[in-house]
């Protein structure tokens, strides 16, 4: 049997250091953790996992994690990851928080690759796949993940 | 590919043996639990690889939290072994783990923590290891305190390690809390006891470990892992 899931709790920022510079000065992903309330979830940590731009899974590239301000904000530095067997170029990303017993697991879409999200084969599955493709913001991307609410993120299972 | 997936199956929150993410008892979850059935992803390279670490990602003592200050911190030293296996049974080789913990008095050294109990300034409660070719794992610490927290009136989370752990694929990514054997605080506990099924929440609870007792230095207990999630592994791209 496996081993159950556990809150990472209020105090995760002792042992979860901060990798969230993949390729430094890179394109800029943020954006913001919100609650059912639509409030900031500070205490929130986002981690990433990615393809290089070749669309190349390599075990030395791809894994980030960021802490989240007081404003729930996360922050990384990367590149736009290749497109993989046949899907449309994305990132997997999984938050942790105080209040979630198990994390949470979604994926970031570009929104410069319209036809190719169209064609994808986990885009194409959902009704509404909108809160699952960035936006295009002054300096580089801005994906917000909704925990709960109207626009509650869409989340995936394995 | 495409029309193969074209329906994606539903999963329902609260089966298999994590907790929902929704447990009322547990305040928290109220406002950040998510209410939509999720979506089971095909596995495709982007659920089945993940980061490897070499062991350069690791300083030799990291492992051990009584030797990262001038001094010794108080409480009783003790020694955390274990084993991390697949949902198949094969071992997690070179996967990072990373745990966190309260002091021995039940303190973190974080500036949240408000209980009045003293910092420890030989102790800064944080360690990571990678497991060897057999998936096994050794951590050297203190035994936790437990501590109070304002989720219920007279809230006490029982004495726990917190284990981040990593497997073959980003997917076998599990975060969970380490539990010690015959804590009376066990029954009152929201976030242990969100975990439903009584079989899966002995899966939380360390064994005490005589054989690796190291006489007249420190007590043992043993911590196997399971990670969920994909078992196979990738084929070449």
Redesign the interface.
């Known amino acids: 049997?496996?081993?159950?899931?556990?809150?990472?709790?209020?105090?995760?920022?002792?042992?979860?250091l901060d990798s969230n510079e993949l390729v430094p000065g890179g394109l800029r992903i943020t954006g913001r953790v919100l609650?059912?309330?639509g409030?900031p979830?500070p205490?929130a940590i986002v981690?990433i996992?990615q393809?290089d731009e070749e669309g190349?899974?390599r075990?030395?590239f791809?894994?980030g994690r960021s802490g989240c301000d007081d404003d729930g904000r996360y922050r990384f530095a990367t590149c736009k990851p290749g497109a993989?067997?046949?899907?449309a170029p994305?990132l997997?990303m999984?938050v942790?928080?105080?209040?979630?017993?198990?994390?949470?697991?979604t994926?970031m879409y570009f929104p410069d690759e319209e036809e190719a999200n169209a064609?994808?084969?986990?885009l194409?599955?959902?009704d509404d796949a909108s809160t699952l493709v960035a936006r295009s913001v002054e300096d580089g991307l801005e994906f917000d993940v909704r925990?709960?609410g109207e626009r509650?993120?869409?989340?995936?299972?394995? | 590919?495409?029309k193969?997936?074209?329906?994606?199956e539903l999963?329902r929150d609260g089966d298999g043996?994590?907790?929902?993410?929704l447990?009322p008892d547990?305040r928290?979850?109220?406002?950040?639990?998510?209410?939509?059935p999720?979506?089971?992803?095909?596995?495709?390279?982007?659920?089945l690889?993940?980061?490897?670490y070499g062991h350069d990602s690791v300083a030799e003592l990291d492992h051990d939290l009584t030797r990262q200050h001038e001094g010794e911190p108080l409480g009783e030293r003790i020694i955390v072994t274990g084993r991390v296996t697949d949902?198949a049974g094969r071992p997690v080789r070179s996967g990072l783990i990373?745990?966190?913990q309260a002091n021995g008095a039940g303190r973190?050294?974080?500036d949240?923590?408000r209980h009045p109990a003293p910092i420890d300034p030989n102790f800064?409660?944080?360690?990571?290891c990678l497991t060897d070719d057999d998936g096994n794992y050794r951590f050297v610490t203190v035994k936790p305190g437990a501590y109070p927290w304002r989720n219920h009136p007279n809230a006490w989370r029982p004495a726990h390690i917190?284990l981040?752990l990593f497997g073959r694929a980003?997917?076998n990514?599990?975060?969970?809390?380490m539990y010690f054997p015959g804590d009376p605080l066990f029954e009152f506990d929201p976030?242990?006891q969100?975990?439903r099924d009584p079989?899966?929440?002995e899966?939380?609870i360390c064994d005490f470990d005589l054989e690796t007792t190291v006489p007249e230095w420190a007590l043992a207990y043993r911590f196997d892992?399971?990670?969920?999630?994909?078992a196979e592994t990738?084929l070449e791209?």
């Open positions: 049997m496996i081993t159950p899931s556990q809150t990472v709790g209020p105090y995760f920022t002792l042992g979860l609650d059912g309330g409030e979830v205490d981690e996992w393809a190349r899974y075990p030395d791809g894994w993989v067997e046949g899907q994305h997997t999984m942790f928080a105080r209040g979630l017993l198990k994390p949470v697991l994926r064609r994808d084969p986990v194409s599955a959902l925990l709960q509650e993120t869409v989340f995936f299972a394995v | 590919m495409s193969a997936a074209a329906t994606l999963v043996p994590h907790p929902p993410y447990y547990y928290s979850t109220e406002l950040r639990a998510p209410k939509r999720q979506l089971l992803l095909p596995h495709t390279l982007s659920e690889t993940g980061p490897i949902s990373e745990i966190w973190y050294r974080h949240v923590d800064t409660g944080a360690g990571r917190h981040s980003f997917t990514r599990l975060v969970t809390q976030i242990f969100s975990v079989k899966a929440r899966r939380l892992i399971v990670l969920g999630g994909p990738p791209p």
